[in-house]
């Protein structure tokens, strides 16, 4: 076990609210880097260390989201609202 006092949690959604915010001004691309410095710094600033690992978790899960999404954009006989379409018109979809 460490040491470290959990930091207030409002302190940390406040500075959350502004890594973002500031996170969009484009400074590299896709904003990689930019926005876990932002964010390495601004929660040191409360007493966390854990910025930059959860702002790049944030980033890995939504680009994971994002993909997801693209699989129904690139086949739309997968989407959902095609199947259902589909299914009230009386044809099969012939998968």
């Known amino acids: 076990m460490t040491d470290e006092v959990m930091p207030d949690m409002i302190a940390l959604v406040a500075i959350s609210s502004i890594v973002m915010l500031l996170g969009v001004i484009p400074v590299t691309p896709g904003n990689i880097g930019w926005t876990e410095l932002l964010a390495t710094f601004g929660w040191s600033a409360v007493?966390?260390?854990?910025?930059?690992?959860?702002?790049l978790s944030w980033r890995i899960i939504t680009v994971i989201?994002?993909?997801?999404?693209?699989?129904?954009?690139?086949?739309?006989?997968?989407?959902?609202?095609?199947?259902i379409a589909e299914n009230a018109k009386g044809r099969s979809l012939g998968l």
């Open 47 to 55: 007493g966390s260390r854990g910025g930059a690992e959860i702002f």
């Open 65 to 83: 989201c994002s993909l997801l999404g693209g699989l129904f954009y690139l086949f739309p006989v997968l989407n959902p609202r095609n199947v």
